[in-house]
C-alpha cells in the first residue's frame, strides 16, 4: 500500500501463494525450557533478547520486532511467536516511528560487533607480540632469502627467491626424519645382533623348509657383504711397505 502511493499506482492485493500478511507477532521465551545456550542472543538483528550463557533469557517486548529470526538457532523450541496486534497487519500494526527506531538499533548492533571483532584482533596480537618477545613496527620485514624490488612509483616491493617453508612441510619433515631414525635403529641393533652371532629368538618352532630358506638368505647376505669388501679393496690403491706418501716425497727430493 505504501509503495502503491508513492508510485502513484492503484493498490494490488497479495497473491497468497506468496505468502499473507500477518498479525505482528511477538517473541515469548519459555523460562521452564530455555537452557541458555545463547543462540537466540546471537540471530536477534535488534539485540531485543537479554541473557547470559546457561542462565535463562528474556525477551524485552517494547524492542521485538517479531521476524521469527530467533526461531531456527533455537535447539529446544522454547520461543513461541506470538500475535499482538488483533487484526492488523502490516503498516497497521507497524509505524514509521517503530521502524525507524528498529533500524537504529540494528545498526547500534553492527557498530557492537565491529568493536568486539576489533577488540578481539587486539587481544589476539598481542598475544602473538608476548609469545613472541618482540614489538611490532611499522617498517616492512625483510624475509631470508628475499630481495627487494624499487618499483616506479618509489616503492619497495620484495620477493622470495626460494619459496618459504611452510609449518605443514616442516612437520612432515619432522615425521618423515623420526621415522628414519627408528628405521636406522632397528638396523644397527639387527647389525649388531649378526656380529655377535645371536639370531631372532621366535624362530624355535620354524618347520625345516622355513629355516632353510632364512639360511640361504642370510649366506646371500653374507656373500653380498664379502663381495663389496673386495670390491672396496680392490678399489684402494696398495702401498708398498716404507713406501708411504710421506716418504715418496723425501725419496723424490733426494733425487
Known amino acids: 500500500m505504501r509503495l502503491a502511493s508513492l508510485l502513484g499506482m492503484p493498490v494490488i492485493a497479495l497473491n497468497p501463494a506468496n505468502g499473507v500478511e500477518r498479525p505482528r507477532p511477538l517473541a515469548i521465551i519459555d523460562e521452564n525450557?530455555?537452557?541458555g545456550c545463547t543462540l537466540c542472543l546471537q540471530a536477534c538483528p535488534v539485540d531485543a533478547i537479554i541473557g547470559a550463557a546457561k542462565q535463562m533469557h528474556t525477551i524485552i517486548p517494547e524492542l521485538c520486532t517479531g521476524c521469527d529470526l530467533c526461531i531456527p538457532p533455537c535447539p529446544v523450541d522454547c520461543i513461541a511467536m506470538v500475535p499482538v496486534t488483533a487484526e492488523k497487519t502490516g503498516w497497521d500494526a507497524w509505524s514509521q516511528q517503530e521502524a525507524d527506531a528498529a533500524r537504529?538499533?540494528?545498526?547500534?548492533?553492527?557498530?557492537?560487533?565491529?568493536r568486539e571483532r576489533d577488540a578481539a584482533e587486539a587481544r589476539k596480537a598481542a598475544r602473538m607480540v608476548g609469545a613472541s618477545g618482540t614489538e611490532p613496527s611499522s617498517e616492512?620485514?625483510?624475509?631470508?632469502?628475499?630481495h627487494l624490488d624499487t618499483q616506479p612509483d618509489g616503492s619497495v616491493e620484495s620477493k622470495a627467491t626460494q619459496p618459504a617453508t611452510t609449518a605443514d612441510d616442516d612437520?612432515?619433515?619432522k615425521k618423515r626424519a623420526i621415522i628414519q631414525a627408528a628405521m636406522d635403529r632397528a638396523r644397527q641393533k639387527k647389525e649388531e645382533l649378526a656380529r655377535l652371532?645371536?639370531?631372532?629368538?621366535?624362530?624355535?618352532?620354524?618347520s625345516p623348509e622355513v629355516q632353510a630358506q632364512i639360511d640361504a638368505a642370510d649366506a646371500r647376505r653374507r656373500r653380498l657383504g664379502m663381495i663389496r669388501a673386495d670390491d672396496d679393496k680392490r678399489s684402494t690403491p696398495a702401498v708398498e711397505p716404507g713406501n708411504t706418501p710421506a716418504n715418496a716425497s723425501d725419496n723424490d727430493h733426494k733425487a
Open 33 to 35: 525450557l530455555c537452557i
Open 104 to 114: 537504529e538499533r540494528h545498526d547500534w548492533r553492527l557498530a557492537r560487533l565491529a
Open 140 to 146: 616492512p620485514r625483510v624475509e631470508p632469502n628475499t
Open 171 to 173: 612437520a612432515q619433515a
Open 197 to 206: 652371532g645371536a639370531g631372532p629368538k621366535n624362530t624355535d618352532a620354524l
